[in-house]
Every structure is written in C-alpha cells, then in structure tokens.
C-alpha cells in the first residue's frame, strides 16, 4: 500500500497548523497501483508520503541469520530499536528451525538445527556472561 498527498494541500495543511489556525482539508490517496489509479496528466500533482516504507525480503541462510541476531544483540540502543522488526522475525525464525546450543568442553558452542545443520564456534561475549 502506497499513500500519496495531493501537492500543495501537504504545504497548506503545515502552514495553517503553524498559525494556530482551523482546519484544512487535504486530498489524500492509498493505493497499490499509483499509475493505474492517477491519469498521467494528473501525477505531477501528488507527492508520495514515506516512499521508502515498503517491505524487502532478505535471504540468509541459518549461519547468516546467527551473525545477524548476534550482530544485533551487541548493537548498541538506538540501532537496537531500530532493528527490533528483524529481530522478531529472526527469533520466530529459530524457533521454527528448533535450534539448540550447548557449550563444548574448551567453551566451544555448538549450535544445530533440526535439519541437521552445525556450526561450532567460539561463545560471543554475551554467551559467556552468564548464559
């Protein structure tokens, strides 16, 4: 979904909020398809609001996936906040894949999931402050 302001009501609406003044009404649009809902000759009239807010699909592969959760964990608050999203969805993601870690004799960390799949490694800081 797509949301689109009719350019110059955007301008208007800010201008008045800024003189304490009343209301302002302002044609607003939510669409999918901006071409097929807006003629041509009409477009250069609408501003579209957010257009970098639409979802990207990354793939990564279970080890990718651990460095990034790993990665996040250690970033610092803000960037932590920021990639809250993905860190739920990487969390939902290693339940479904039913992974376990265990610690090796030497502090080693063995991490599998139930496809099989194992990856050992040395414990990141966090691992070995108390988990």
């Given at each position: ?78 960037a932590r906040l920021t990639l809250e999203g993905v860190w ?44």
């Amino acid at each position: 979904m797509r949301l689109f302001i009719k350019a110059g009501g955007r301008d208007k609406l800010i201008s008045r909020a800024k003189d304490g003044g009343g209301f302002q009404t302002v044609e607003v649009l939510a669409t999918n398809n901006f071409e097929l809902a807006v003629a041509e000759p009409e477009r250069k009239y609408w501003v579209e609001l957010y257009p970098s807010w639409y979802t990207q699909i990354l793939k990564v592969d279970a080890f990718e996936s651990g460095c990034l959760m790993g990665l996040i964990m250690q970033a610092e608050g803000g960037a932590r906040l920021t990639l809250e999203g993905v860190w739920k969805q990487l969390v939902a993601l290693k339940k479904a894949a039913e992974v376990t870690k265990e610690i090796l004799p030497g502090g080693m960390v063995r991490i599998r999931d139930r496809d099989g799949n194992v990856i050992t490694r040395a414990p990141l800081p966090y691992e070995v402050e108390g988990n």
